[in-house]
C-alpha cells in the first residue's frame, strides 16, 4: 500500500493539535494542550480569531456557519457535544452528550452529525437532539473523519502508539456499503479535514499540521 502524499507539513499555532475542520476558506483546529479554538488562515497560516473551549477539544465539524465541537469535560472526560459561533464564542445551552459517553471526532453531510467512536470501531449517525439513527461498524479504530462526495473518510489505525495509519474510505450507501483502506499515513494522525482538492490531519506529538493529496 502506498503511503499519503503530503504536500504541506506546517507548524501548528498551538500545542498538540487534536481537532480540524475545513469552513469556507478557513481551517479551524482545536489544541489538546491549550483546550482553545483556532481559526487559521491557510495562506499566511495566522491566527485570525480563537476562543476557549469548554474543555478538550477532541473533534470537531463545520455545520452551515458554526462548528460543532466535541469536548471532554470534567475529571471524568464526559464527552458533549457543544456548540460555537465564530466571533462570538460557546454556546453555554448548547449541549449534545453523546451516546455511552463515548466519542472522539464529528463530520457533517450537510444534514446530518455523525459521531465516531475510536475504540468500538463505530461510526454513528445522529439526529437532531443526539439519538443514535444509523451505526456502522468499521474494522479499524478511528482517529479521525470528515464527509467528502456522499462518503466518510476515516484516520484509522489498529495500534495507537505504532506508526500504521490508513485513511480508510466508507460507502456509507445501505445497498452497497463498502469500506476499504485507500491509503497508508506513515505516522499517528489525529483528525481529518477536507478543504476541497485535499485532506488535512494532526501529526499532534510533532506539534504539526499536514496537508495531502487526495488518493486518485
Given amino acids: 500500500m502506498n503511503n499519503i502524499r503530503e504536500l504541506k507539513r ?5 500545542p498538540k493539535p487534536q481537532s480540524l475542520a475545513w469552513g469556507g476558506s478557513t481551517l479551524w483546529m ?4 491549550t483546550k482553545r479554538i483556532y481559526a487559521i488562515d491557510p495562506t499566511s497560516w495566522t491566527v485570525s480569531w480563537e476562543t476557549t473551549a469548554p474543555g478538550t477539544p477532541w473533534g470537531m465539524a463545520v455545520v452551515e456557519n458554526e462548528l460543532r465541537v466535541l469536548c471532554g469535560e470534567t475529571s471524568d472526560d464526559n464527552r458533549i457535544i457543544r456548540r460555537c459561533v465564530p466571533g462570538q464564542g460557546f454556546d453555554k445551552e448548547f449541549a449534545l452528550p453523546c451516546p455511552d459517553d463515548c466519542g472522539s471526532h464529528l463530520s457533517f453531510d450537510g444534514q446530518k ?3 465516531s467512536q475510536w475504540y468500538p470501531k463505530k461510526l454513528l449517525t445522529l439526529g437532531n437532539d443526539g439519538t443514535v439513527e444509523r451505526v456502522i461498524s468499521v474494522p479499524h479504530g478511528i482517529c479521525g473523519q470528515v464527509y467528502v462526495d456522499g462518503c466518510f473518510y476515516l484516520a484509522t489505525t489498529d495500534a495507537e502508539e505504532s506508526t500504521d495509519y490508513w485513511l480508510t474510505r466508507v460507502d456509507p450507501r445501505p445497498a452497497q456499503l463498502k469500506i476499504e483502506d485507500l491509503v497508508r499515513i506513515p505516522f499517528a494522525a489525529r483528525a481529518l479535514a477536507f478543504d476541497g482538492k485535499s485532506f488535512w490531519t494532526n501529526h499532534r506529538e510533532q506539534n504539526q499540521i499536514v496537508s495531502f493529496a487526495r488518493p486518485d
Fill in 10 to 14: 506546517l507548524s501548528s499555532p498551538a
Fill in 30 to 33: 482545536g489544541s489538546r494542550d
Fill in 113 to 115: 452529525l455523525h459521531l
